[in-house]
Every structure is written in C-alpha cells, then in structure tokens.
C-alpha cells in the first residue's frame, strides 16, 4: 500500500514540474489546419485572370440543337443570337422541381419543336412559337411517376428517342408522339441517348453501355462497366464520332471503344479529390465526356479535369478542378463550370488556368449562426452569340467575354433555371425550376 501512495506522489510531482517547464514556441508563420488543406499543395490554382485573346469562330444559324453537344457533329461551336435577350414566351410543361423530384432533362429542338421532360416524367413537344403539341408519359402503368427520375432526349430522322429512370428506352414519332419500339435495358437509365450511324447509344445503371438499333430498337451490343453508390442524378451521354464512343461510369472511369462492334480500346479513372471538401466524396463524372478533334475532355464531380488522347486514352494533362457539367470547347480554350461555382478557361493545350470568375455559391441566410446547407446551380457554358451564356437557378441567365470572363449582360428567369440553356435559329431556350419552358431572342 505504501509503494502505490509513494508512485502516485511521484507522478503527481513529475506532472506539477512538467506543468511548470516553459512552453518551447517554434519560430514561423501560423497556418490554420483547414486553410492549409484548403490552399495549398497540387491543388492550389488561384493563378490570376489574364485577359488573352480568344479565338471565337463565327456564328452560325443553325436550325436545330437536336442532341447533346458532347460529339462534334452534334455541337454548334457559336450559335447566332442576339446580343440582348429579350423574352419571347414560356409555356409549362409539366410539373416543376419537388423534394423528391427533379428535372434533369435539357430540351432539344428540331423540325420547328421543342422537347422537353418535367419531374414527373412527362414528355411535352412544343411548337418554336410556344404552342403545346402532345405529350407522353414514360411511367408504367403500374408504377408512380415519384419511384424513378426522367431520362434524357436525342432527335433523329424524325423520331425523338427517350431514357427513363424505370429502365426504358424508348422510339417516339417526334411529330405526334406516337410510341415506335421500348427497349427494356434491365437498369435505370436517366442519361441522355446519343444516336449516330444507326445506332442509339445509352448508358445504364452508371454501369452498362448498350448500342441498340434506330429502326427497331433491338440490342446491338453491350459493355460492363463498374458503378458507384456515390453518384448525381442522370448519367453522361455517349460521346461519338466517325469511329469511337467513349462512355462514362459510376465509379470515374471513362471507357473508349469501337462503336461499330464495340470492341473496347482502353479506359481511364479519373481519380483525385480536392482535399478538404465533403463534396470529394462524389467521385462521379459530371463533366460529360466531350470529343474535340482527337482529344476527350472530362471532368469529375470532386476536383479534376482531364485531356485524354482519342484512340490510346493516354492523359493528355489534368487540371485541379472539377466540373460539374459538360466543358465546352472552343479556339483552342475549355471552358467549364468548376466544382467551386467558378466558370473557368483553360488553355487546350496543356490545361493551365488562364482565367476564372465567381458565380453564385451559397444562397444566403437569414440567420448567420446557421449552417449553409443550400446552394444555387449554375447550368452551361455553352457559347452563343460569341459570348458564353450559364444559366442559374438564383433567377439570372449571365453572358460572359470569353477573352476576360468579365459579365457583360444579365437577363432574369422567372423561379430559376433548372436545365443548360439551348440555342437554335436565334432563339434560346431553357427550363425554369416551376416546370416553365422559356424562349428568348
């Protein structure tokens, strides 16, 4: 009992005299733990806007934007508008933005219609004047439009060809929405269709890639990818040219092969997070795969961009931030919508920042003590006008100089946009988040 009573004054004595040392104050700046993780490291880009010359390429009237601009044939690298946007008319399609329920569908338009797809899964085609023409809803009889979320659109030759959450793809007559052939593809697809050659190319699941016939709607083949639990909603449309389709997976793989037999050339991850950010647990590719001459562009949800070779899949360059919607290139530059709600040009080239300008983050709160849980959406670029256009769901579509990214215009939405902004003979279109679809010339 008296050898534990003396150890115990003995510690207690070492504590005292150790309380009592003076504390060693090492030389150096002070750095909070977050700002280090935060600023510096690979991952720290503040390089500064340099205003360079942008090569724009003329504005083209074209008649239609009737796909995905992730494949060149599809993409209007400028199309004409007008220097002011000034509202036409809107019209609803359907039922808005829910809790439960979102639109995730972008409108295309062709042959003098627009289609669109609210949140309950209802396709509507509307006149270019805004005129209602048919609608079709893509939930089976025996489910509920709350049990899956909408697909994508593509048009071709006539026919408008729609995903589904509850696993359908599906062949309508684009003039009267007549139903043509539904191709069950066993998963839930909520990407848009890419259709070229005589194939419809779709991914499902966020793990299976499918080439299925435009005429009767019957497989062609299939590729396994791998799928992730940590995704957004909607997956990448099929990238396609002349010989390749390159898809996108759940898990941050992009998958190059032939499109004609499928035959798969290689795959790349795209790996690597911004540190410090919970929004880098997401590691899906929400930078679309877009093919630019020989190069692929893409990016995923957590803080990287990269430029892969065409035909090996080599990377090309990476750059430090993330996109959370398709880049658009053009004149030797990538723009994007950056992870931070930044819009970003990047040099083609070698991927190093040249410019990028804030757009809206957080909306605000009444209380300030309160924890920021809500944040704006900031839809695009795409590149109309020779301007770039973001549409956002805070109420505001904003054009920005390509050479500076200074703001040059702002034109308000009515409840926000909800779906990229489309350009077609002069007149934009967009979905708002009250389910309206809106025209502006």
């Not at 790996?271 to 919970?278: K, L, N, P, S």
């Amino acid at each position: 009992m008296q050898t534990k009573i003396l150890a115990a004054s003995v510690l207690a004595l070492s504590v005292l005299s150790a309380c009592t040392e003076r504390e060693i104050i090492l030389p150096g700046e002070r750095l909070g733990v977050r700002e280090v993780l935060q600023e510096t490291g690979p991952d720290a880009q503040d390089l500064g806007n340099v205003t360079l010359a942008a090569n724009v390429p003329a504005a083209v009237n074209n008649g239609s934007w009737a796909q995905s601009h992730v494949s060149p044939w599809s993409r209007t690298t400028n199309a004409a508008l007008s220097s002011t946007l000034t509202p036409v008319w809107s019209t609803p399609i359907g039922q808005g933005d829910k809790r439960r329920a979102r639109i995730i569908t972008d409108p295309v338009v062709a042959d003098g219609r627009v289609f669109t797809v609210d949140s309950a899964g209802r396709v509507t085609a509307t006149s270019t004047n805004g005129e209602a023409l048919w609608t079709y809803s893509l939930v089976p009889l025996r489910d509920d439009a709350s049990q899956a979320l909408a697909g994508g659109l593509a048009h071709s030759n006539g026919r408008l060809y729609v995903t589904s959450g509850f696993g359908t793809l599906t062949a309508l007559d684009a003039s009267s929405g007549t139903e043509i052939w539904t191709q069950r593809l066993q998963n839930g697809a909520t990407g848009a269709p890419t259709v070229f050659g005589g194939l419809v190319y779709v991914v499902a699941g966020d793990s299976t890639a499918w080439a299925i016939e435009e005429e009767d709607g019957r497989v062609r083949w299939e590729s396994d990818g791998l799928g992730d639990v940590g995704n957004v909603a909607g997956a990448a449309p099929p990238a396609v040219n002349n010989t390749h389709v390159v898809f996108s997976f759940g898990s941050g793989a992009v998958q190059g092969a032939f499109r004609q037999g499928g035959l798969r050339l290689w795959s790349a991850d795209i790996v690597g997070a911004r540190r410090g950010f919970a929004i880098a647990l997401v590691d899906d590719i929400t930078g679309y795969p877009v093919i630019d001459g020989n190069t692929v562009y893409a990016g995923n949800h957590s803080g990287r961009v990269v430029a892969l070779n065409i035909n090996s899949g080599e990377r090309l360059w990476t750059a430090q931030h993330g996109a959370l919607e398709p880049v658009w290139p053009a004149g030797g530059s990538v723009y994007l919508v950056s992870d931070l709600n930044q819009l970003i040009r990047l040099d083609a080239t070698d991927g190093t920042q040249i410019w990028a300008v804030d757009l809206p983050g957080y909306e605000p709160v009444r209380r300030p003590q309160r924890r920021r849980d809500s944040a704006f959406t900031n839809h695009g670029p795409i590149m109309a006008g020779g301007r770039l256009i973001v549409a956002s769901s805070d109420g505001v579509i904003r054009s920005f100089d390509p050479a500076s990214g200074d703001l040059i215009s702002e034109t308000p939405i009515r409840s926000g946009a909800t779906t990229r902004p489309v350009v077609a003979n002069g007149t934009l279109y967009v979905v708002s988040k009250n389910g309206t679809l809106h025209a502006y010339r």
